[in-house]
C-alpha cells in the first residue's frame, strides 16, 4: 500500500519557520521525483519545491527561492520541506506528490499569521 503522510504543519508568525516532513512507504521513494505543492483558500494548487533524482537537483518557486529548502532522507523515505522567513502568502495545505506515478499525500494546513 503506497502512503505519503505529512506532518509539520501548524499556525507561525510572520518571519517564523516550519519543518515539514512526509513519510512514504510502498513505492521507491529513493528513484521517485518528489514535489512539494500547495493550495492557498480559493486558489489553485501552486508547485513550490522539487527533487530531480536523475539529475540530482533540487528547485524553487520563485516565491519561496531563498527561503524554503528541500531534503530528502533515502534511508527514512522521508522527504522535507524547510521553510523560513514565513509570510502570510505562505498560508496553504501543503502536500507531498510523486509526479511519476502521481501518489499524493492528505496534506497539512500552514498557517502564517500574526
Known amino acids: 500500500e503506497v502512503q505519503l503522510v505529512e506532518s509539520g504543519g501548524g499556525l507561525v508568525q510572520p518571519g517564523g519557520s516550519l519543518r515539514l516532513s512526509c513519510e512514504t512507504s510502498g513505492f521507491t521513494f529513493a528513484s521517485s521525483d518528489m514535489l512539494w505543492v500547495r493550495q492557498a483558500p480559493g486558489k489553485g494548487p501552486e508547485w513550490v519545491s522539487g527533487?530531480?533524482?536523475?539529475?540530482?537537483?533540487?528547485y524553487y518557486a520563485d516565491s519561496v527561492k531563498d527561503r524554503f529548502n528541500i531534503s530528502s532522507d533515502n534511508a527514512a523515505n522521508t522527504l522535507y520541506l524547510q521553510m523560513n522567513s514565513l509570510k502570510p502568502e505562505d498560508t496553504a495545505v501543503y502536500y507531498c506528490h510523486a509526479p511519476g506515478p502521481d501518489f499524493w499525500g492528505q496534506g497539512t494546513q500552514v498557517t502564517v499569521s500574526s
Open positions: 527533487i530531480d533524482r536523475s539529475g540530482g537537483k533540487t
